[in-house]
C-alpha cells in the first residue's frame, strides 16, 4: 500500500533528512516509527501526505505515485488519510460534536450522512456522551479521542498519527495507542504512528522501524537490516513542521486544506469562515 523506493530528501538549508530509505508498508498494517527529534520521522510523514516530495526515489500510496502528483489532486488523495496531531487541532469555539463533523463539511458531505458518520465516530472512541461538550471541558485524552475521531470520520483508508502521546500521560497514552490498535484491527485500516517513547512501542507486538539521521536502521519486520552506529548529525535539523496555530481560522484553513472539495460549493458556514480568514488577511 505504501512504498518507498530510494528515498532521499535534502533540505534547501543542506540538511539530508532522509537517505536512501526503502520502507513498504502493507494495507492493514500497525506500523511503529520511532527515533529521536531530528532522526526524519517527520520529514517521512510529510512525504506520505504529500507536503514534501523526494529528492530523489519514488514514494508510491495506494497505487498513487506521489511524485507526479498533480496540485489540484492533492486534497483528493488526502481524503485517503486521517491525520492526528501531537497538539490536538481541536477548534476552541466548536463542540466535540461539531469538531468532527468539520472534516466532512468541508468535502461537502450531506448532513445526513454527517450525522450519521459522527455519531459512529464518537461512538467508536468511546465520547458519545461528551457530543455538546467544549474542548476546554475535556482532559487531554478526550481531546486527542476527539482528533482521532475527526481523522476517522471520513473513511480514512490510512490513520497517519504524529507524536499522538507526545501532550498527555502515559495511562492516557496507552488508551490512544488501545483504540488505534483497536481501530486497525476490526477496520483493516493501515496505522502509522511516528513516537519517540520507545518504553511505550515496546508494550505492544507491533513492527517498529527506526529512523536515525535519516537512513532506516533496524525494521522488526526485516530482521536482516543491519546498519552500523552512525554518528549524530552536527548540522540543524529543519524547524518542526507541525506548530500550533495562532488563531481559530488558521485551524480551520488547516483542515481545509487537508481535502477541501476544489471543485463544488461546502457547507455554507464553512464558506464563510474561509471568506472571514481571506478578509483578516488582506487587511
Same mark, same amino acid.
Given at each position: 500500500m505504501i512504498d518507498f523506493s530510494n528515498v532521499s530528501k535534502t533540505y534547501p538549508n543542506g540538511t539530508k533528512a532522509l537517505n536512501n530509505c526503502n520502507i513498504h508498508i502493507d494495507r492493514g498494517e500497525f506500523v511503529f516509527i520511532v527515533g529521536s527529534s531530528g532522526?526524519? $520521522?517527520? &520529514?517521512?510523514?510529510?512525504?506520505?501526505?504529500?507536503?514534501?516530495?523526494?529528492?530523489?526515489?519514488?514514494i508510491v500510496v495506494d497505487g498513487v505515485e506521489l511524485n507526479k502528483l498533480k496540485a489540484s489532486k492533492i486534497p483528493y488523495y488526502r481524503r485517503k488519510l486521517g491525520i492526528v496531531f501531537q497538539d490536538f487541532r481541536l477548534i476552541p469555539n466548536r463542540t466535540v460534536y461539531d469538531n468532527v463533523a468539520f472534516a466532512m463539511h468541508v468535502i461537502g458531505a450531506k448532513n445526513k450522512d454527517?450525522?450519521?458518520?459522527?455519531?459512529?465516530?464518537?461512538?467508536?472512541?468511546?465520547?458519545?456522551? $461528551?457530543?455538546?461538550?467544549?474542548? +476546554?471541558?475535556?482532559?487531554?485524552?478526550? =481531546? =486527542?479521542?476527539v482528533a482521532l475521531a475527526r481523522a476517522l470520520?471520513? +473513511?480514512a483508508d490510512i490513520i497517519v498519527a504524529d507524536e499522538p502521546t507526545g501532550n498527555i500521560d502515559p495511562e492516557m497514552s496507552r488508551d490512544i495507542v488501545n483504540l488505534l490498535n483497536h481501530i486497525n484491527a476490526n477496520n483493516n485500516t493501515t496505522v502509522i504512528m511516528v513516537t519517540h517513547e520507545v518504553d511505550l512501542v515496546k508494550q505492544y507486538n507491533k513492527r517498529i522501524i527506526t529512523i536515525k539521521n535519516g537512513t532506516v536502521i533496524s525494521d522488526t519486520a526485516h530482521p536482516e537490516i543491519v546498519v552500523e552506529d552512525i554518528p549524530?548529525?552536527?548540522? &540543524?535539523?529543519? &524547524?518542526?513542521?507541525?506548530e500550533a496555530p495562532l488563531e481559530d481560522d488558521d485551524i480551520e484553513r488547516f483542515i481545509q486544506n487537508y481535502g477541501k472539495n476544489t471543485e463544488e460549493s461546502v457547507n455554507t458556514e464553512e464558506s464563510a469562515a474561509s471568506e472571514k480568514s481571506e478578509s483578516s488577511d488582506s487587511i
Open positions: 532522526a526524519g $520521522k517527520s &520529514t517521512f510523514l510529510k512525504m506520505i501526505m504529500r507536503e514534501e516530495v523526494p529528492s530523489e526515489g519514488k454527517i450525522s450519521r458518520r459522527v455519531a459512529y465516530a464518537l461512538s467508536l472512541v468511546g465520547l458519545s456522551v $461528551k457530543a455538546k461538550c467544549y474542548p +476546554h471541558e475535556l482532559s487531554g485524552g478526550e =481531546q =486527542q479521542r470520520v471520513n +473513511h549524530e548529525r552536527v548540522e &540543524t535539523a529543519p &524547524t518542526a513542521y507541525y
